[in-house]
């Protein structure tokens, strides 16, 4: 009955490859979120989807694609993954009033 | 663009103490502003928020102030407990879907026993 749920939650992969962390919410809530949380611990937003569609899109290299097939669904895509990529990704959701959000527990991506 | 900023970052309190964590907004559209608490390899958790059209909120141990005149906002903690040591956000954002939420860039609480 996990709110926010998201897998992997840990990943370990090599430069240049492809990977994908997907993302359920089973608030009813229509907005869903991909953070990036650094090791120095900054959340910095994404991206952003309102009802399936692209709301708040940051200044993030075209590598990563988000997919929202539903609303209860945002997937995120990498591509060819670097260093730097290594992080904690986290998905969230929240509602259309884009108050209160929830997180998931995190997905832990290494690039080695 | 928006900004929260956050300080300090990082606070050390003998148990028992208070501790009090502060943030300045830029975006004088934002009118509500979550406080997120997170513990070593959690998500983020929601501990207390407060709009704008309220001055304090208070939840046991926990309270907000909020001073939109000055875009300032803190989080009390009295009482401190060794749970309570955690990476402390701030966040502030506007009413719709797409407002972003932006958040502070934590501060990293220890309560010494």
């Known amino acids: 009955d996990t709110a926010v749920s998201q897998t992997p939650k840990y990943l370990v992969t090599q430069m240049g490859n492809d990977k994908s962390i997907k993302c359920e919410q089973n608030?009813?809530?229509?907005?869903m979120y991909w953070y990036k949380q650094d090791s120095k611990k900054f959340l910095k937003i994404m991206f952003s989807?309102?009802?399936?569609?692209?709301?708040i899109n940051e200044t993030v290299p075209n590598r990563f694609s988000p997919k929202s097939p539903d609303k209860a669904h945002l997937n995120l895509h990498i591509n060819s993954l670097e260093l730097g990529d290594s992080a904690v990704y986290f998905c969230?959701?929240?509602?259309?009033?884009?108050?209160?959000?929830?997180f998931g527990e995190g997905s832990w991506l290494t690039v080695v | 663009g928006e900004n929260v900023e956050q300080h300090p970052s990082t606070l050390s309190v003998q148990e028992g103490d208070s501790a009090v964590i502060k943030c300045t907004y830029s975006?004088?559209?934002?009118?509500?502003f979550p406080w997120y608490k997170q513990e070593l390899g959690k998500r983020p958790q929601l501990i207390i928020d407060?709009?704008?059209?309220?001055g304090e909120k208070k939840d046991q141990r926990i309270a907000v102030t909020l001073n939109k005149t000055a875009k300032h906002f803190s989080l009390h903690i009295t009482e401190t407990q060794p749970e309570d040591s955690a990476v402390y956000f701030c966040?502030?954002?506007?009413?719709?879907?797409?407002?972003?939420?932006?958040f502070g860039s934590g501060t990293r609480l220890s309560i010494r026993p």
């Open positions: 969230a959701s929240g509602t259309d009033s884009g108050n209160t959000i929830y």
């Open positions: 608030l009813g809530h229509d907005t």
């Open positions: 989807y309102n009802n399936k569609e692209l709301i």
């Open positions: 975006d004088s559209a934002s009118n509500y």
């Open positions: 407060i709009r704008s059209n309220v």
């Open positions: 966040a502030a954002t506007g009413y719709s879907s797409a407002s972003k939420i932006i």
